[in-house]
């Protein structure tokens, strides 16, 4: 049964570690994160772009490929559905659909309407016992025509986006989506720091987790972040996997062709990609 982020991700800002957003695209990419953290016994979140929701047909088939998995896989450590970056109309469609987490990124509004529809969200998140995720400053970089150049947020606009009564918090600190570039600067541990000091107890989110060396990872962590999200990871290394499949002609082999072979070496590389995401972020055996 799909949970709420708060109880794992609470969990694991108290226990120093972080829990892995993992975003989906297809029924591999959901199979092989939710068989990853069966195995390694971690909590694990699945995130869904609005994208992406699109392109698996809609929510409800999101919903329902998901929950079908649960059990047939008989999957028994915490998953939450969370929805990444939605729009106001977004959140209300996911709500409706079964999704057991939300993000609501008002991060372009001006912050006094990102605060007003963020407090409607708690108050509808609250009733039904769903988690929900906010963003102040943006993450850069694009994703699904969301444009950031990687603002730092600033830790006053945190503080009252916090107060209001999120799950969680996503705070720009110089992060990006994609791959980084060669002159990226790094994470600014000063603007985290910052953060971490004025919500306390919240659940800090890093965006972008791709490509961030792993002291920076670890050095985050120990800074209240509890929720890292990858998604370019898993699509590069599925990508290479069935590149080379392809190139070594093993799909004109026999029956090489047929789709479950031809997909099964990106649906392993992505599994190893998660699990080498959550000996790094620490949540294996966490899901007790």
């Not at 999101?62 to 450590?77: A, F, P, Q, R, S």
């Not at 609250?126 to 102040?136: D, I, M, P």
């Not at 004109?252 to 031809?262: A, H, M, V």
Request: proline content about 3%; some cysteine; charged content about 25%.
């Amino acid at each position: 049964m799909l949970v709420s982020a708060k109880e794992m991700l609470q969990k694991a800002k108290a226990g120093k570690y972080a829990v892995g957003q993992f975003n989906i695209n297809n029924l591999e990419w959901t199979k092989a994160i939710l068989l990853t953290a069966q195995e390694m016994n971690s909590p694990v979140i699945l995130g869904v772009s609005e994208g992406a929701g699109k392109y698996m047909t809609g929510y409800k088939t999101v919903v329902g490929m998901v929950n079908g998995m649960l059990e047939e896989l008989k999957i028994t450590v915490p998953v939450a559905l969370h929805l990444d970056h939605g729009s106001y109309e977004g959140c209300y469609k996911c709500i409706e659909a079964g999704f057991s987490s939300i993000m609501f990124d008002g991060s372009h509004y001006p912050i006094e309407e990102n605060i007003a529809k963020t407090t409607e969200l708690v108050k509808v998140c609250a009733e039904k016992g769903l988690s929900l995720e906010a963003e102040v400053g943006s993450i850069g970089g694009e994703e699904d025509g969301v444009v950031g150049m990687g603002e730092c947020a600033d830790p006053n606009e945190c503080k009252a986006i916090a107060d209001l009564g999120v799950t969680m918090l996503a705070a720009g600190i110089g992060n990006i989506h994609g791959k980084y570039p060669a002159n990226w600067k790094g994470l600014s541990f000063e603007t985290l720091a910052a953060v971490q000091e004025k919500t306390g107890e919240m659940p800090l989110v890093l965006h972008g987790g791709t490509g961030i060396p792993e002291d920076m990872i670890k050095k985050a962590i120990s800074l209240g972040v509890a929720k890292i999200n990858v998604n370019t990871e898993c699509q590069l290394s599925f990508a290479e996997a069935t590149r080379k499949y392809i190139e070594a002609g093993k799909d004109l082999e026999g029956k090489g062709f047929d789709p479950r072979k031809l997909l099964n070496p990106g649906f392993e590389a992505i599994k190893a990609t998660v699990k080498e995401k959550m000996e790094l972020f620490g949540s294996v055996n966490k899901a007790c």
